[in-house]
């Protein structure tokens, strides 16, 4: 039974284009994050809720925007993709929004995200 | 300068090593420390965490905090094929302004050889 859960998978898609990737956590959690890991594996937070709440919004570009419709999914949406956003995306979310074992993340299997 | 740096390595060690993987960071304010471990093409999970400075052991693997030189570190005793994965550390803040923000390093690549 998967904990947090991302669809699709994989994502090609050709430059300018728009798509959503989805998420959704069974934890119960309440708070829930969105993360971009580059080429380098180095791993970014860009979005997180609290509680339906956005309380973490990264110097991210606007044709990201996020949003939740409810404690236990957090959607992605993109407009007009380019290079650049080629990467992998990583939903995630934790029991509340701090540091402390109350905090820690437990992570989707990721979206490869491949844009032409 | 990023706040947290990890050498990504790739690291290549034999069987039954022990390995030493490090992260320095630069915010006095991080309070929480934690190692992820990410297997190919999978989402990273949690290995350790630990609170201010110190040590703690979980069978094979040992983090350790040394909050005045800025410097985490994970050692793995007896490492084995399994082991071979990207080691991320992270960090967050302590207090009312922590929103959960965790800030992760780059990132270790393990190899242990069989």
């Known amino acids: 039974d998967t904990a947090v859960s991302q669809t699709p998978k994989y994502l090609v898609t050709q430059m300018g284009n728009d798509k959503s990737i989805k998420c959704e956590q069974n934890l119960g959690h309440d708070t829930m994050y969105w993360y971009k890991q580059d080429s380098k594996k180095f791993l970014k937070i860009m979005f997180s809720?609290?509680?339906?709440?956005?309380?973490i919004n990264e110097t991210v570009p606007n044709r990201f925007s996020p949003k939740s419709p409810d404690k236990a999914h957090l959607n992605l949406h993109i407009n007009s993709l380019e290079l650049g956003d080629s990467a992998v995306y990583f939903c995630?979310?934790?029991?509340?929004?701090?540091?402390?074992?109350?905090?820690?993340?437990?992570f989707g299997p990721g979206t490869r995200l491949t844009v032409l | 300068q990023k706040e947290v740096e990890q050498d990504p390595g790739p690291l290549s060690v034999p069987e039954g090593a022990i390995v030493s993987l490090n992260c320095t960071y630069s915010n006095s304010a991080f309070q929480y420390f934690m190692w992820y471990r990410q297997y190919s093409r999978k989402g990273p999970e949690l290995l350790m965490y630990t609170y201010s400075s110190g040590n703690k052991e979980d069978g094979r693997f040992t983090a350790q905090v040394d909050k005045s030189s800025k410097y985490i570190s994970l050692f793995i005793r007896d490492s084995q094929p399994s082991d071979s994965a990207t080691y991320l550390c992270a960090m967050s803040v302590h207090g009312s302004s922590n929103t959960g923000k965790l800030i992760f390093g780059q990132g270790t690549t393990l190899q242990v050889k069989p």
């Open positions: 995630a979310s934790s029991r509340r929004a701090s540091g402390g074992t109350g905090g820690t993340q437990y």
């Open positions: 809720y609290n509680n339906k709440e956005l309380i």
